[in-house]
Each structure stands twice: as structure tokens, then as C-alpha cells.
């Protein structure tokens, strides 16, 4: 027997006072209604209604579990109705993670952004740069970049990730700009040594063609933000995505170099830990960024 199941029954029969009426609000029949509450007879040794031929009343004991059991129904109600909602709707407490970088500069203004527009939610904000394991974690949703590998996991894609060369214009007032993609190997490279294939530098030339220019210089780092302050004070040439120069190159800070040579994009996804039930919090959390992230979405960002 299905304890709740038949307190609820049994309410609704002390309720209505009829186990006809009872069966047609539980789709069922009402043999199995009555059978329901003898159960619980059975199992409590006490009679819990009286029956005649007139109907049915409640007796002292049905009347002290009747009152006993509307409490447990309702809370179960209530249990239930709070799960739903949280799976539907925006609220609760919502662990973003993805890389530091990407992290400071873009998911943080959006996702603040999304908090003021969704009061019921609270945010748990994770930056790290290594291979995070969203389960052991308790990560709801994390941004990652680059081709996902075939998993369990639940995914939504985002938008892409561009990538552009820059240099301080007293930099190029000094050494001169590249004119083509081989000259590059004249110049000291900034050098992003997590993507890109640290010395080898891969674009698309404006015919089509695929270059592979080999690069070196005396600044290599695993940090953006330090490749882009020595692209700003003119020790050389980098190679980074469009969103960390974005602010430097509309202040004039660094120009472009080679515009219309084109550098591999990354993919960026959404990835949650399972493509079933997924959370109404977290939806709505990719929705968001899905609606902030179109076309040139580095110049629209909100500010942190």
C-alpha cells in the first residue's frame, strides 16, 4: 500500500463523504477507493469511518487521524508544488562555472546582469582555467570553449569565439605593420601559450588560403590579461580573442594587424551535468546568454 497515496484518498473521502465521488476525482474506481481505506484500518487495528446505507461518518479516531493526515497531504502538496517550480522557473541558487579570462570579462557582467533581472535567484560564480568535473563540483552550468568531446552531459551552443592580432601603434609607428601573414615571423609574438600552438600561428588568408606562420618572442604567459598589457606598452605583435582586446582597440590603446586574415574561432557551449530535467534556473540562465551573445557580442556587454 502507498501510505500517502491512501491518506490522501482517505481525506478526500472524509471531505466529499463519498467513496463514489472520491473515485472520479482519483480517476479510479470506487471499490479501490474502499479498499484503500480499509487498508488503513488494517494496518492502524482501528475503525476509521462507519458505513451504512445512508452514507458514511467519520468516527472519533477517523476524525483525530483525519486531521492528522490533511496536514501530512498538505505538506506533501506543498513539497512537491516547491520542486516543480524550481524546476520551471528561474530561482534557487545557481553555480556558474568556466575559465578565468573568459570568466572576469564576460561572464561576470552578464551574469550579474541576469541576477538583477531575476530576483529569486542567487549565484555561486567559479573561474578556473583547468578541467572542471561539473558532478564532483556541483557545477549547475559551466561555458566552456573549443569542439566538445562526446559525453553524458547535457549541452547548448553559444556563439564563437574569434580571435584577432593586435599591436600598439607606437609599436607599429616603430617596427612598421605586417603587410602579409609571413612578415609576422619578423616580429617579436606575443605569445598566449594555452591555444594557438604557442609558436605556430594558424589563419585564413582573405583569398581562402590557410597560412601557418612560425612565431617567437621574449613574452610567453598563460595569462591574457598580461598578453595584452605587453601588446598595450608595444613589445610586440599578439594573437588573442576579440572580447580581451575589444575595450583596447575602440580606446586605440592597440589597432588591428592584418584585418581580413582570419584566425581559428573556438566554440563556446553551454554544458550542464544531464540533458534530462534540466532545472528551470539554468535554462533560463542559457536562454540569457544565448540572447546577449549574437553578432559581435564583445561591444555589447554589459558593465561590470
Given at each position: 500500500m502507498d501510505r500517502l497515496h491512501a491518506m490522501q484518498v482517505f481525506v478526500r473521502v472524509v471531505e466529499t463523504g463519498s467513496f463514489s465521488k472520491t473515485a472520479r476525482e482519483f480517476a479510479t474506481t470506487q471499490p479501490t477507493v474502499t479498499k484503500l481505506v480499509a487498508a488503513l484500518e488494517e494496518s492502524l487495528r482501528v475503525r476509521l469511518l462507519n458505513r451504512n446505507t445512508r452514507g458514511i461518518s467519520v468516527?472519533?479516531?477517523?476524525?483525530?487521524?483525519?486531521?492528522?493526515?490533511?496536514?501530512?497531504?498538505?505538506?506533501?502538496?506543498?513539497?512537491?508544488?516547491?520542486v516543480r517550480l524550481q524546476q520551471t522557473q528561474a530561482q534557487g541558487l545557481l553555480r556558474i562555472g568556466t575559465s578565468v579570462a573568459f570568466g572576469r570579462r564576460v561572464i561576470t557582467p552578464l551574469a550579474l546582469d541576469f541576477m538583477a533581472k531575476h530576483p529569486q535567484v542567487q549565484?555561486?560564480?567559479?573561474?578556473?582555467?583547468?578541467?572542471?568535473?561539473?558532478?564532483?563540483?556541483?557545477?549547475?552550468?559551466?561555458?566552456?570553449?573549443?569542439?566538445?568531446?562526446d559525453s553524458t552531459l547535457g549541452a547548448r551552443f553559444l556563439t564563437t569565439n574569434p580571435w584577432v592580432l593586435v599591436a600598439s601603434p607606437k609599436y607599429l609607428r616603430k617596427q612598421g605593420m605586417p603587410k602579409k601573414a609571413s612578415e609576422l615571423s619578423e616580429h617579436p609574438a606575443l605569445i598566449y601559450s594555452s591555444v594557438l600552438g604557442d609558436d605556430v600561428w594558424r589563419m585564413t588568408s582573405p583569398k581562402g588560403e590557410a597560412v601557418t606562420v612560425p612565431v617567437a618572442g621574449r613574452l610567453r604567459s598563460n595569462n591574457l590579461s598580461a598578453v595584452l598589457a605587453a601588446a598595450r606598452n608595444g613589445y610586440g605583435i599578439a594573437a588573442m580573442p576579440r572580447y580581451v582586446a575589444s575595450e583596447s582597440l575602440k580606446s586605440g590603446h592597440v589597432v588591428e594587424v592584418l584585418q581580413g586574415h582570419v584566425l581559428p574561432e573556438q566554440e563556446i557551449h553551454a554544458v550542464?551535468?544531464?540533458?534530462?530535467?534540466?532545472?528551470?534556473?539554468?535554462?533560463?540562465?542559457?536562454?540569457?546568454?544565448?540572447?546577449?551573445?549574437?553578432d559581435r557580442w564583445w561591444d555589447d556587454l554589459p558593465k561590470a
Open positions: 468516527t472519533e479516531s477517523g476524525a483525530l487521524y483525519y486531521e492528522k493526515c490533511k496536514n501530512i497531504v498538505r505538506d506533501a502538496e506543498e513539497a512537491d508544488n516547491s549565484l555561486d560564480l567559479s573561474f578556473e582555467d583547468r578541467y572542471t568535473d561539473l558532478v564532483a563540483q556541483g557545477i549547475d552550468v559551466a561555458v566552456r570553449m573549443g569542439k566538445l568531446a550542464f551535468p544531464s540533458p534530462k530535467l534540466v532545472p528551470g534556473k539554468v535554462m533560463a540562465f542559457i536562454a540569457y546568454l544565448q540572447s546577449r551573445l549574437g
